[in-house]
């Protein structure tokens, strides 16, 4: 497990500035070509197997399949989506990856169509197991990777019995929180409520973590999570069209399941604002950082699925489908998949207060800004989970019904396209980089496989 001084080191090398990407927002792409100059890695190649289109220079390998058989005798789920990355022991890089889905999905079950693999697994390590008709198929499955061979040398189920889950995010702490996109209806032969957090510690050697409930983080269709690594505070994302920014103050920094309060975002000074756009008129303009506010949210295991509607009505703002996060350069980043005039997507970033989590915040404010909003699919069509790169670039998976891209950002506010999928529909999700640098992994959540990407990442243009 990483430490709090190795998270922090390589943490600095992921928060390089973003003074200037702000300078996209709202511009059309000619803007960025006009002055002729190519930014990011060069035009993509064809891949001559179907797959992946990349810049010269750059290679990729494809693994770890849906319905392949892994170390433990499972078969890789489906619907791989969020990840990230972790050291491993003698240079490996342990990978934890989500699969969003759903118990009646038993093609892409770990246990076989028929859960003829079922009784390989130890039942009280299951959170929901459907009373042995039907169990929850989604959870999380962890990689051991080997960079320098750049191949796959293990994979195994590390959490399992949760449904849909969808994205998450690393913590300070070494840990990876996955987190359940929670239906409205519940699963049909659910044991339990869903709708939860739940920490997953990375380790080479197969086996399931204990499957504990984050209640106190909320139950609602959760996708990502961001950590400030100075307060400890978590910021959480909703996957709705009329969602919340959730913050969790943890009773114990880097302890989540000792419990703690759970906030909503709101503007100061604006009862529930609309960050959405969706207007001719944008209620949110790009560029202006607000100061905000946060307020208490009560009853927040609420079986009713009604957060959302009590933390508006108390004048929490509204965000357009929050989707993925990422600490970096002292903020957090968050990806708004439908939002903007064109309803092509957002990116917002908040900075928090000195004074983050206690009385002394009204002091000096934490702040929200609409970092960037292109309405030009050309540059950005539908953005969902981001990272931040070694070399200070936001990094963008898109999920659109037509070709999705990795899109990157540079700190001047330049957009490039680091890869292309080749088919059209087949959803980018869980980029991250290997604790080195030296690869960049993503999914391709259908049909379902993981890829390493390797090329000369130092070699970005301007």
């Known amino acids: 497990m990483l430490s709090r001084r190795s998270f922090l080191q390589t943490a600095a090398l992921y928060t390089a500035g973003f003074a200037g990407l702000r300078a996209l927002a709202n511009q059309p792409l000619a803007t960025y070509l006009a002055s002729g100059t190519a930014t990011g890695y060069g035009p993509l190649l064809a891949d001559p197997a179907g797959l992946l289109n990349l810049p010269e220079g750059f290679r990729y390998t494809a693994f770890s399949r849906t319905g392949e058989e892994m170390d433990d005798g499972l078969l890789v789920p489906g619907n791989h989506d969020g990840m990230a990355a972790f050291p491993g022991p003698d240079g490996r890089t342990l990978l934890v990856r989500n699969h969003e889905l759903e118990s009646s999905w038993t093609a892409k079950s770990p246990y076989g169509e028929k859960n003829e693999r079922f009784d390989k697994i130890d039942r009280s390590k299951v959170y929901d197991a459907g009373h042995g008709r039907l169990p929850n198929i989604g959870g999380t499955t962890t990689l051991v990777f080997n960079n320098k061979l750049q191949k796959l040398e293990g994979h195994f189920l590390s959490l399992a019995g949760t449904v849909r889950n969808c994205a998450g995010g690393p913590t300070p702490w070494g840990t990876w929180v996955t987190c359940e996109e929670v239906n409205l209806l519940p699963e049909p032969d659910a044991e339990k409520l869903h709708g939860y957090n739940f920490e997953v510690v990375p380790s080479a050697t197969p086996?399931?973590?204990?499957?504990?409930?984050?209640?106190?983080?909320?139950?609602?269709?959760?996708?990502?999570?961001?950590?400030?690594?100075?307060?400890?505070?978590?910021?959480?994302?909703?996957?709705?069209?009329?969602?919340?920014?959730?913050?969790?103050?943890?009773?114990?920094?880097?302890?989540?399941?000792?419990?703690?309060?759970?906030?909503?975002?709101?503007?100061?000074?604006?009862?529930?604002?609309?960050?959405?756009?969706?207007?001719?008129?944008?209620?949110?303009?790009?560029?202006?950082?607000?100061?905000?506010?946060?307020?208490?949210?009560?009853?927040?295991?609420?079986?009713?699925?009604?957060?959302?509607?009590?933390?508006?009505?108390?004048?929490?703002?509204?965000?357009?489908?929050?989707?993925?996060?990422?600490?970096?350069?002292?903020?957090?980043?968050?990806?708004?998949?439908?939002?903007?005039?064109?309803?092509?997507?957002?990116?917002?970033?908040?900075?928090?207060?000195?004074?983050?989590?206690?009385?002394?915040?009204?002091?000096?404010?934490?702040?929200?800004?609409?970092?960037?909003?292109?309405?030009?699919?050309?540059?950005?069509?539908?953005?969902?989970?981001?990272?931040?790169?070694?070399?200070?670039?936001?990094?963008?998976?898109?999920?659109?019904?037509?070709?999705?891209?990795?899109?990157?950002?540079?700190?001047?506010?330049?957009?490039?396209?680091?890869?292309?999928?080749?088919?059209?529909?087949?959803?980018?999700a869980g980029a991250c980089f290997s604790p080195d640098g030296t690869t960049l992994f993503v999914n391709v959540q259908h049909p379902g496989y993981t890829l390493a990407i390797t090329g000369p990442w130092d070699k970005r243009r301007a």
């Not at 202006?288 to 295991?301: C, G, M, N």
């Not at 929200?368 to 989970?385: A, V």
Request: net charge negative; hydrophobic share 35%.
């Open 207 to 428: 086996g399931l973590v204990d499957p504990v409930p984050l209640k106190a983080m909320g139950r609602f269709r959760h996708e990502a999570i961001a950590v400030d690594p100075k307060s400890g505070a978590v910021y959480e994302t909703e996957d709705l069209g009329d969602g919340l920014l959730y913050r969790f103050l943890p009773k114990t920094p880097g302890k989540l399941a000792d419990g703690g309060r759970l906030q909503s975002l709101v503007v100061t000074g604006q009862k529930t604002a609309d960050t959405r756009n969706w207007t001719e008129t944008p209620n949110f303009p790009v560029g202006q950082p607000v100061a905000v506010t946060w307020i208490d949210l009560d009853e927040v295991d609420s079986p009713d699925n009604d957060l959302r509607h009590r933390g508006a009505a108390a004048g929490a703002a509204v965000f357009a489908r929050g989707e993925g996060a990422w600490w970096g350069n002292d903020s957090a980043y968050f990806a708004m998949t439908n939002g903007g005039r064109a309803q092509l997507g957002q990116v917002f970033r908040y900075r928090p207060s000195p004074f983050e989590g206690t009385p002394r915040e009204s002091e000096q404010p934490a702040t929200l800004e609409l970092f960037c909003e292109p309405n030009d699919k050309e540059l950005l069509s539908n953005c969902d989970n981001v990272v931040v790169a070694p070399w200070g670039d936001l990094i963008l998976c898109e999920d659109t019904k037509s070709v999705c891209r990795l899109i990157g950002v540079t700190p001047s506010g330049r957009l490039y396209v680091i890869a292309s999928n080749v088919e059209v529909g087949r959803e980018l």
